[in-house]
């Protein structure tokens, strides 16, 4: 399984450098949370640290392992360098790492946009309880939560 998902990985980050250098007409979603296999037996991982946001609240860091630099949100956020919340590495730094430890059932995903306002050519999306420790490196400035299987 493990191997079956590095692989999986590996191939999304080909893709993702593919649509990097194409124009799209339509938005493009990336499923960045793989839920774990029930019954699988747990593999220790001495390479990455777990990643630690509070119960209710979306977080994101610009290091892989969630050890430096945490930003955390409560609730959407349409601007991350001017809203209610600021994220003072966000305009230079790319997201390389984020959970969405959203409590409420009545979302089922956090959305992430390159753009303020919630805008730009792709959306990427955690599923709720999700941590994202090796995300794509992009610029993030805004989120909020959804419901269904769509971000737009």
């Known amino acids: 399984m493990r191997k079956a998902l590095c692989v999986l990985f590996a191939a999304a980050l080909a893709l993702m450098s593919l649509l990097g250098t194409a124009t799209a007409a339509t938005p493009v979603e990336i499923n960045l949370g793989v839920p774990a296999e029930v019954g699988a037996p747990a593999q220790p991982d001495v390479s990455a640290q777990a990643l630690s946001c509070g119960s209710g609240n979306m977080c994101a860091w610009p290091v892989s392992d969630g050890s430096s630099s945490r930003c955390s949100w409560g609730s959407a956020d349409p601007d991350w360098q001017g809203g209610d919340v600021r994220c003072s590495w966000s305009g230079t730094r790319a997201v390389r790492a984020a959970e969405n430890a959203g409590a409420s059932t009545s979302y089922t995903r956090v959305c992430l946009y390159p753009g303020a306002n919630y805008s730009g050519s792709t959306a990427y ?6 941590e994202a ?18 971000c737009w």
Do not use: A, D, E, M
């Open 133 to 150: 420790p090796n995300f794509p490196n992009v610029l993030i400035r805004s989120h909020k939560w959804v419901t269904g299987n769509t």
């Open 125 to 130: 999306y955690i599923p709720r309880g999700v």
